[in-house]
Nanobody
Framework: QVQLVESGGGSVQAGGSLRLSCAVS????????MGWFRQAPGKEREFVGG????????FYADPMKGRFTISRDNAKNTVYLQIDSLTTDDTAVYYC?????????????????WGQGTQVTVSS
């Protein structure tokens, strides 16, 4: 069974940067890639982007293009989410989830497993 451990969150001032990590155990050959989502208080879970394990192709939600960078280290079974020029609107719990249906997109139903999330709090 897949296990996901997100880390790297914290409290940061606006304009700063963070790199979040998602360590994956229990990967299978059917794992296409990983998606990153975030959920702000009182809001629905929102797609940030994702990356394929093979080839490292990246996908980003349109609002996330530019400040968000997703990468992976296959040897460590870890994916990363770099967030630059943080704003208070980035305050949320950030989650990773394995994409196992050959697609990385915003549809929550395409993801079966979720980590516990890592909190990012941005202050002005």
């Amino acid at each position: 069974q897949v296990q996901l451990v997100e880390s790297g969150g914290g409290s940061v001032q606006a304009g700063g940067s963070l790199r979040l990590s998602c360590a994956v155990s229990g990967r299978t050959s059917s794992d296409y890639g990983m998606g990153w989502f975030r959920q702000a208080p009182g809001k629905e879970r929102e797609f940030v982007g994702g990356i394929t394990w093979i080839g490292g192709a990246t996908f980003y939600a349109d609002p996330m293009k530019g400040r968000f960078t997703i990468s992976r280290d296959n040897a460590k079974n870890t994916v990363y989410l770099q967030i630059d020029s943080l704003t208070t609107d980035d305050t949320a719990v950030y989650y990773c989830a394995p994409a196992r249906r050959g697609v990385i997109d915003a549809h929550i139903d395409n993801y079966d497993y979720w980590g516990q999330g890592t909190q990012v709090t941005v202050s002005s």
